[in-house]
């Protein structure tokens, strides 16, 4: 499976933009780019996928590189409920067997 | 509220012994996946089933075992437990495996002493 760095942590403020960021420089042409996050004692959640072009949900919005070897992750208007750690993972043929998660980027949030 | 419901919620117990936690996925999704997240190892795939049938393992202890039942829950049973055990242990659920987003219960905390 093809490998995500991304950074330990981050903080923001409230009400502003956040861009996580995510490097997958050897992903494949088949690898969709998910993007999970798990608020404190919960399950993680599900936020956005996408293969090439830019997707937009009511969560956030998932901005590809051209050559698709990174992602960002971009939370419009931060709030205090988005503090949470944010996981970056690649799926081959868009299929969700064995989601591997990795280490992911810790967002902070301040008022 | 996911739509995955998992008990117990807490379960703490002793070395050597047995546990089984349950997990109902949502309604209509017919893939169920086990995760276990602890301090120092993160979140660990370790097992997939899909309609009744194991589709992908993962890092799935011998003294770990799971299946998916007729009805599509799943029951997860850990057995010579360890102090290592101790754990959160996430089930979810996607309509079936190639559909790109998974939903997660609220965990199942246990607690090996």
């Known amino acids: 499976d093809a490998k995500t760095t991304q950074p330990n942590s981050m903080e923001s403020n409230e009400e502003e933009p956040v861009h996580l960021p995510c490097n997958h420089s050897?992903?494949?042409?088949?690898?969709?780019i998910h993007w999970y996050r798990q608020l404190p004692s919960q399950g993680p959640e599900y936020v956005i996928h996408?293969?090439?072009s830019n997707v937009n949900n009511r969560m956030a919005s998932l901005a590809i590189a051209e050559d698709r070897k990174s992602s960002t992750l971009i939370l419009h208007r931060a709030t205090l409920r988005d503090a949470a750690v944010y996981y970056c993972i690649l799926l081959r043929s868009y299929n969700t067997d064995k989601l591997i998660f990795g280490t992911g980027t810790r967002l902070q949030v301040f008022p | 509220d996911s739509g995955v419901t998992q008990t117990p919620k807490h379960l703490i117990t002793a070395t050597g012994q047995r546990v089984t936690l349950r997990c109902s996925p949502r309604?209509?999704?017919?893939?169920v996946y086990w995760y276990q997240q602890s301090l120092d190892q993160g979140l660990q795939f370790l097992i997939q089933y899909y309609n009744g049938e194991e589709r992908a393992k993962g890092n799935i202890l011998e003294r770990f075992s799971a299946q998916q039942f007729p009805d599509l829950h799943s029951e997860l049973n850990l057995s010579s437990l360890e102090l290592g055990d101790s754990a959160l242990y996430f089930c979810?659920?996607?309509?079936?495996?190639?559909?790109?987003?998974?939903?997660f219960g609220e965990g199942s905390r246990l607690t090996v002493l």
């Open positions: 050897t992903i494949s042409g088949t690898d969709y």
């Open positions: 979810a659920s996607s309509v079936h495996p190639a559909s790109g987003e998974l939903f």
């Open positions: 309604s209509g999704d017919l893939s």
């Open positions: 996408g293969l090439t």
